[in-house]
């Protein structure tokens, strides 16, 4: 958890020298409630934080840092009674956002920031794109030369189908059954790779590290435990190596990079929902996405994100709501668990 306390308010902030353009009376509203709490999955607040309070200190924020899941089970129960604390929802889940949006938790909010956004990064004015994030792979620079770690997909690929022992219990990479952001990734690979099945079959044939923590996947690769991190969010990993171990070197794959957004909305139930318009504007301001960037967090404003043939967004919209389909969920996790115990499946009518 991270706590930013305050002291005094401008009474507007209109477009002058790069400031948010809220409207006076939503920040004088902002004002009077003091506080906000932000439901996030992600640990690189602090230079946002940090921006925020020196332009709206009378505002108090603090990040809860949940996983994605945490994050969904947390709106659920307070649209179902329970006290209401999120006034902000920010997570990198992309699909499980998109859900909660659709089934009505999402209050509508017209940000005056909204033409910063690039159209794949908006959707009804209550799911905001907030971040351009690449994945990638992270590997250990001291055991794996720049020039040996696998450039592509189907690079990995070919190098652990000729040399598996090398990769015997060196893969680390988050586990989609109680991951949402790995879910997501899982689903988009299937749909772009062609090979995306074998690479999971051999992936799992060296009895990779599963788990759901980027920092501990990340202190695998670190300390030598581990080779290499597949899927792994190239902005976290970037932090990580900056602040953390500098032995991390990072891939952007060259055959195919998936752009994740860190999707954010107000809650309906939002306690606090002026300081929430407040920040999500700043957020989308100038100076919110150079705080973005200031933590290690692409900026879905960045000129040209996005527009690398190479590097896939994954639009903010209605689309994501097949990840959440049960049958095709159960079909995609099922099909994995199959590939994580090194054991390749049939492959159905569709997949042939």
Not at 135 to 144: D, H, P, S, V
Not at 258 to 277: C, D, G, W
Not at 338 to 345: N, Q, S
Request: aromatic share 8%; hydrophobic share 45%.
């Amino acid at each position: 958890m991270l706590a930013i306390l305050g002291g005094a308010l401008p009474a507007a902030c209109m477009d002058r020298g790069g400031e948010q353009r809220t409207a006076a009376g939503v920040v004088r509203a902002a004002r009077q409630e003091g506080e906000l709490t932000v439901y996030a999955n992600t640990s690189m607040a602090a230079p946002i934080a940090e921006g925020f309070r020196a332009r709206f200190p009378e505002i108090a924020v603090r990040f809860l840092d949940n996983n994605s899941n945490e994050i969904h089970g947390k709106i659920l129960a307070e649209a179902s009674g329970a006290k209401p604390i999120g006034g902000l929802v920010w997570s990198s889940s992309m699909d499980n956002q998109i859900k909660l949006i659709n089934d009505g938790y999402a209050a509508t909010y017209r940000s005056p920031e909204r033409d910063r956004l690039p159209a794949w990064a908006l959707w009804r004015d209550q799911g905001f794109g907030l971040a351009a994030e690449p994945n990638g792979f992270a590997y250990n620079r001291r055991l794996l030369a720049a020039n040996a770690a696998p450039a592509s997909h189907a690079a990995l690929l070919a190098q652990i189908r000729a040399d598996p022992k090398t990769w015997m219990h060196r893969i680390a990479l988050y586990d989609p059954r109680d991951s949402g952001v790995a879910f997501l990734h899982l689903s988009a690979d299937v749909q772009i790779y062609p090979d995306a099945w074998a690479l999971m079959d051999a992936v799992g044939g060296t009895e990779p590290l599963l788990d759901v923590s980027g920092q501990r996947i990340l202190d695998s690769v670190a300390s030598g435990e581990r080779l290499l991190a597949f899927n792994m969010n190239l902005s976290y990993a970037e932090w990580y190596a900056a602040e953390r171990n500098d032995d991390i070197g990072l891939v952007t794959p060259s055959d195919y990079s998936l752009l994740i957004s860190r999707v954010a909305f107000i809650p309906k139930t939002a306690p606090h929902p002026n300081a929430a318009r407040v920040f999500l504007d700043y957020l989308i301001s100038a100076a919110g996405q150079a705080g973005l960037k200031a933590g290690h967090v692409p900026p879905a404003t960045a000129r040209g994100a996005g527009s690398s043939p190479t590097i896939r967004p994954i639009r903010v919209g209605p689309a994501l709501l097949a990840n959440l389909d049960q049958v095709r969920r159960a079909h995609l996790l099922t099909r994995w668990a199959i590939a994580m115990r090194g054991r390749p499946a049939p492959l159905s009518v569709a997949e042939r």
